[in-house]
T-cell receptor, first 113, second 109 residues
Framework: DAGITQSPRHKVTETGTPVTLRCHQT?????MYWYRQDPGHGLRLIHY???????DKGEVSDGYSVSRSKTEDFLLTLESATSSQTSVYFC????????????FGPGTRLTVT | SQQGEEDPQALSIQEGENATMNCSYK?????LQWYRQNSGRGLVHLIL?????REKHSGRLRVTLDTSKKSSSLLITASRAADTASYFC?????????FGPGTRLSVLP
């Protein structure tokens, strides 16, 4: 987990509230990713970024938005949280391309009640 | 849609035994990666094998890739209790980078 931090690590929120998760890296890697992990589904890509202000959708992007205003920070926002967004969220980074090995943060456990 | 599918879903072995888990995928790939996840932690990269490679080693890990069968295997030799974790394959087909649902390995002391 060195070089990648996520905050908060745990959060409980109510349905309908906005939530922002933060990923911070100190590796100066170009690519950053947000995944969610749910039992039986492995990791599913939500959004990724390939540079400052450059982002693209992943497999399960509905209900999520992202922003990257600095190389080191990648924010994931749930505009109006739903119970189906209860999950563990992982941030990851890769150095140059999407094909490179990815390094993962420690995860954020989000519960939407 | 999932590209890689690990098999078995769960595996229990005794310490010292070898563990083999498999990953099958559907479309042509550029590379395939294996990751380990200890309970409550993020994933850790183990090995990347490219489509033109057939075998790679890293310590006690051996990965093979058979592109004709669209499958890969991860062998952990002389397993230890610390190898208890979930193992995921991830495939890159040039368009998508997709993780499989994982194999849960338990190594019993």
């Amino acid at each position: 987990d060195a070089g990648i931090t996520q905050s908060p690590r745990h959060k409980v929120t109510e349905t309908g509230t906005p939530v922002t998760l933060r990923c911070h890296q100190t590796e100066n890697h170009r690519y950053m990713y947000w995944y969610r992990q749910d039992p039986g589904h492995g990791l599913r890509l939500i959004h990724y970024s390939y540079g400052v202000k450059d982002t693209d959708k992943g497999e399960v992007s509905d209900g999520y938005s992202v922003s990257r205003s600095k190389t080191e920070d990648f924010l994931l926002t749930l505009e109006s949280a739903t119970s189906s967004q209860t999950s563990v969220y992982f941030c990851a980074i890769s150095e140059r391309t999407r094909r490179d090995e990815q390094y993962f943060g420690p995860g954020t456990r989000l519960t939407v009640t | 849609s999932q590209q890689g599918e690990e098999d078995p879903q769960a595996l229990s072995i005794q310490e010292g035994e070898n563990a083999t888990m498999n990953c099958s995928y559907k479309t042509s790939i550029n590379n395939l990666q294996w990751y380990r996840q200890n309970s409550g932690r993020g994933l850790v990269h183990l090995i990347l094998i490219r489509s033109n490679e057939r075998e790679k080693h890293s310590g006690r890990l051996r990965v093979t890739l058979d592109t004709s069968k669209k499958s890969s295997s991860l062998l952990i030799t002389a397993s230890r209790a610390a190898d208890t974790a979930s193992y995921f394959c991830a495939t890159d087909d040039g368009q998508n980078f997709v993780f499989g649902p994982g194999t849960r390995l338990s190594v019993l002391p």
